[in-house]
């Protein structure tokens, strides 16, 4: 079988990717970055105190940063503007084929639907905007200050999404993942009501062990398959959404490397497994299972409704959603399986990741009879996003680092919760922990809020756009930002209700200041290296 050209494409992107890192040693930090990390100091040495005076004098310092904000301020208000782009990419198109005949067109490009079919792709609309600071530190430095801080960027969790998003979605895992939640499916008769308690229900905790990214890809494509397909109407396919994102956001806690917010701070504070299952995993299950039961009793009519839609394949007279499908030779799903666990095993180090993805794809072209085609462009679309949305991000410390080291408890609680739906949570838990000295409660409502948050918005984690490319042509020209938000709304508000107040004795001793790496405690000095 010849070699497919999108695999030699990705090899070469992952190829050249892999080269950033070793290249970054050789150039000097930028400006902006080294005075970013002096500014604590010198406020303290200057006496600068308060959330504003601080922002006030960091902006003065290096209007730089004030201006790459400004720019990542512009690319979020860009998504909300997406699907007006798009119909008008549509309407340019179709307005190309009437003038030229549909014959004709199929010929050419319309450059001008083309540009705007691009700037209205959700997933491009971060990477367009990284020209727009690109520029500006070309204005404000020089090619030098440019180079430097993109090759210092970590592309990892962009590379690792691609490769699981690839892995999760070949129909060997697809149909394993979707054999086990048949499991919980059958004792509702595999009713669409069933199957959709078990991917909302299940399938997010699955995201502790096979990784969020893993987790969403499978429920979404399920969703598409059993859900999405039986024409829900408009309200509920969006309260379906959301409350995919916010379970997933929180799904993932059960475990210490599975959620992208857990992992930035797993390592610093010493979280281990069994903590993050006895402090936030008892919680966010309570809160999957109040969320989805809520919307369940909400929306049970329409989901009765559905059994009429799906047929009767089994004969009994009452509308299911079971199927005869091909088999899979054991052997195959067994060795995705292990595909997909040496990716999340080694989910840190990409020319392992990736060096196993590239014999995974000699594999699928050996067993290609048992294979559906690997599609790759939503897998590389999701990848541009998040790299798009770290480059932005990795600017953005100046004023979130303050904001999180000023507040108390419930007000870091509701303000990391807020945060997280503007920037990734990832990034808000990253910063949290460069703040030396935090108590122990402010650690533990600073990762609770950021996992609370992330299902309000496509940026607020970093599954949630592979979530959105996988089940976007179900919403017309594109789901609408406010009407994610106004879906996820309530499960958002029962995780919060969950995660602040349920009864936790043990938060001081998960977070206690001895275990956090480099701590010294009062009176010592730092061991000699």
Known sequence: MPIKLWTLAITLIFTVLMALPSSAAELPAPEFLTKMAEFPKEEASAGIEGI????????????????????????????????????????????????IGKEAAKETVSFKATILHFLGEVEAIFGIWVIALLGAILWFYDLTAAKSYLMGVNFTEPLFVVVIMALASTRPVLRFAEN?????????KDSPAAWWLSILIVGPLLGSFITE??????????????????????????????????NISVGGVLTN?????????????????????LHYGDKAVTAILASTALYYLFFRKELVAMRTRAGDHD????????????????FITLAHLGFMAWTVAFAHYPPLFIGGFLFFLAFSQATAHHQTAIQLRGPILVGFF?????????LQGWWLAPIISSLGKGALFIGSTILTSFNDNAAITFLASQ???????????????????????????APNPAGQALLGRFFGEGVSPLKLLTGALIPT?????????????????????EKERGYVAPGESHPNP
Not at 436 to 454: F, I, M, S
Request: hydrophobic share 55%; aromatic share 10%.
């Open 52 to 99: 504003g005076a601080k922002l006030a004098y960091r902006a003065k310092a290096q209007p730089f940063l004030l201006v790459a904000t400004v720019i990542f301020i512009l690319a979020i208000l860009h998504t909300f503007i997406a699907i007006p782009i798009t119909r008008l990419a549509h309407k340019v198109q179709h307005e190309h084929e009437k003038r």
């Open 180 to 188: 086990c939640l048949g499991f919980f499916a059958r004792f509702g």
């Open 213 to 246: 990214p893993g987790a969403m890809t499978i429920c979404a494509m399920l969703l598409a398959k059993k859900f999405y397909k039986l024409r829900p109407s408009a309200k509920f396919a969006y309260a379906t959404l959301g409350l995919l994102f916010v």
């Open 257 to 277: 490397f599975a959620a992208p917010p857990v992992l930035m701070v797993a390592a610093k504070w010493k979280l281990s497994t069994t903590e993050m299952l």
């Open 315 to 330: 004969g009994d007279g009452i509308g299911d959603l079971k199927e005869k499908a091909r088999p899979i030779p054991f």
């Open 386 to 394: 998040l790299a798009g949305l770290v480059v932005h991000g990795g």
């Open 435 to 461: 703040v030396e000295g935090l108590p122990a409660q402010l650690k533990y409502a600073v990762l609770a809020g950021a996992v609370t948050g992330g299902g309000l918005t496509v940026i607020a984690n």
């Open 493 to 513: 508000i029962i995780v919060a209700l969950c995660m602040f107040y349920f009864p936790d004795k043990g938060i001081d001793e998960m977070f206690a200041p």
